[in-house]
């Protein structure tokens, strides 16, 4: 890394908040400059906008550039990656929302649930709905709070719901997974505080190591051992928000220590713990 790369690295900037009211939103106002995310999932959507740069987003069958003022719409479960697409980097305001919460206001506007709530598009122009992700994400929006907060909140989930939501579709795994791919899964749901090996996973599922590996990440997306580390970050995040301090929690989580569990922590998420768990209060 050269000293203009060094430079960029350093002005990364990442504020993170829980929004007000009762649900479980989580807010995100990030700048961006080397950070490569690691394949990962998010056990709530996002929904964001981009305000500067360019950031281009993949996963295992698709990908698209989001550039200033596009919107940001991914699903829950969905494994992906990203990094910049303009030299400078990229500048996002994040939604994280519950998945419960967007089924909540699926019903209260009408709509029977049969599924899963998707969005068949990673990037969209939408003016109104990016206007709407701006104001709740704005500083003063807290300042007027709870009732505020969640009204912009609703109209966020109304936009994202009526314009852009593939009705309720199923996981993009489902078709793809074989009894084997889903005992190695379940094994790793099970075990992942555990030091879990290719090996084990070969005798559970009941085929061979390598046909294991090309199988999985056909259904998944992603190779066991990745999936493995997600699972564990998702882990880290609840009992992170649970209050756990940051070295139980990576012991408890199966890392091999604080160090380890903060570099795949930040991996994923772009946080350090610490950063999360010291911002993620009410505001």
Known sequence: MNHDDDMLAASECISF????????TELLKGRYRTLRFAPHAHDRYL????????LEIV???RSAVATVGQVILYNHDQVHWGHAAARNGWSILSIYLPP???DRAAREMGRSA?????????VAEDSGLARKIAALCAADARAHGALA?????????ADALTRHADGY???????RESRATRLARDFIDDNYASNVSLRELSHVSGIGRYWLIKAFKTAYGIPPYAYLTNVRVRHALRLLRDGMAIAEVALACGFADQSHLSRMFKRATGLTPGRFKCDLRWR
Do not use: H, K, Q
Not at 17 to 24: N, T
Not at 47 to 54: N, Y
Not at 114 to 122: C, D, H, L, M, V
């Open 169 to 175: 579709v199923r996981r993009p795994t489902v078709g």
């Open 59 to 61: 996963d295992p069958w």
């Open 17 to 24: 908040w829980r929004g007000d009211g009762p649900c479980g």
């Open 114 to 122: 049969a599924g899963t709530i998707g969005f068949a598009t990673i």
């Open 47 to 54: 929904l964001g906008l981009i305000t500067d740069g360019a």
């Open 149 to 157: 907060s969640e009204s912009l909140l609703s109209a966020v989930l």
């Open 100 to 102: 419960d919460d967007l």
